[in-house]
């Protein structure tokens, strides 16, 4: 049944890519594809001979977020294997990323997932090992790789519910690509389960965790930089709450608060999650009355009480010199943004119940007192019993940083999982 339901894929990719390809064609969108001849060059797996390295480990990884995540685990695969390394991606913006890493020899735009053209890349790059990363989970492309004798693994990976449920619909195509895996290396329990459900053996199933968190920085680059503006606005001593990855609701909740926290001492600098944004909050901190002021001019003095972070990678420098923290993307329905960039330096960290995207990390804070849930009408109670009390914020802010370091160390979990394979 398995094998069927993947014959019938074949069998209709050919008119399902004609269709996307005329509403691409007919849409004011087609003008973003700048490099029409190379895409589908690589989309069809139509590279010549000796494009593409042979013999090397292939990575297929979804984007930029994926192959940035992966850059440890790449260079460690690249030490223990003594090869090249291939990178795949589903964007252009993740194969540009995967140029720019000196342990990557290429990389490319995946190979759309019609047999011919994973069966033909395949043949052309020869791979020693294919590691497929996160949810990419692409029938033809390990059908193709099994066929050709390629070991193929999954790593780092994960599965939400929705999709498992999806999938339960076709699992016969699920249980047949599964069985062709050496193993997979997962994110979570959940997952495990998942995977076992949709058919894979569970001696192949391993939970690692995930590598994203073994790149969290407690060591953040600017933080002199960022000491030097809090000595120029006279803010040395005093208690800053920093806002991380705010969202337009999350940033009105804060401007309510914001006089009531001011008159307390305290000052406030938010870092909004989208810079172009920069107009709107300008006349929303105008009309809220606040003494503010933007890092990006500079213009600022000592009557100021309220900062915008409107530059790029400065935040976790921001969070080192916090008091107390608020994480963005959870108040509002965004998933939650990264929960343990401000627990890694020991800061009590606050956030909403939106956090979706990070359901264990969220849990674990909350659970190890290291992190407190907040919404519009608590926050400002929250907030200033907490910067009032300075004993019980430095307790909590030591659990936050436990509950990070729990986190750590996946990467080397996939390579004690890699190393026991290739020992069998």
Known sequence: MGKLLLFLT????????????????????????????QELKERFGLEKEGEIPQGALWLH?????????MKEVISRLKKFYKKEVIVTTTTEAGKETALKNPDITQAFLAPLDF??????????????????????IWPNMLAAAHQAGVPAAIING?????????????????????????????????????????????????????????TLNDNPAKVGEVEKMLTSLGWNGRKILVLGSTHPAEET??????????????????????????????????QSGLHYGFISTGKFDKNTDILCADVMGLLQSLYACASLTFVGG??????????????????????GRYFYNAPLTAQFLLESGGGVLVNETNFKETVLRLLADPAQLENMSEKARKTALSFKGATNRIMEVVNNYERK
């Open 158 to 214: 994960r599965i939400s519910a929705k999709s498992a449920r999806a999938y339960s619909f076709i699992k016969p195509l699920f249980k047949e690509i599964f069985s062709t895996l050496s193993f997979a290396a997962l994110q979570t329990q959940e997952a495990a389960c998942h995977y076992e459900k949709l058919g894979m053996e569970k001696n192949k199933i391993f939970v690692c965790g995930n590598v994203k968190y073994d």
């Open 330 to 351: 959870s108040v509002v329905p965004r998933g939650a943004h990264n929960l343990l960039e401000p627990a890694i330096l020991s800061k009590t960290v606050l956030f």
């Open 253 to 286: 909740m804060l401007f309510r608060a914001a006089p009531d926290i001011i008159k307390t001492g305290a000052k406030i600098i938010f870092a909004p999650r989208h810079l172009e944004r920069k107009p709107e909050i300008e006349t929303a901190l105008r």
């Open 10 to 37: 074949n069998l209709i990719f050919p008119l399902a890519a004609l269709g996307v390809a005329l509403g691409f064609l007919c849409s004011p969108r087609r003008g973003l594809l700048k490099h029409l001849y």
């Open 115 to 136: 047999y011919p053209s994973c069966k033909r890349f395949i043949r052309l790059a020869k791979p020693h090992r294919l590691f497929v990363v996160e949810r990419e």
């Open 61 to 69: 990884c979804a984007s930029v977020g994926e192959v940035m995540s």
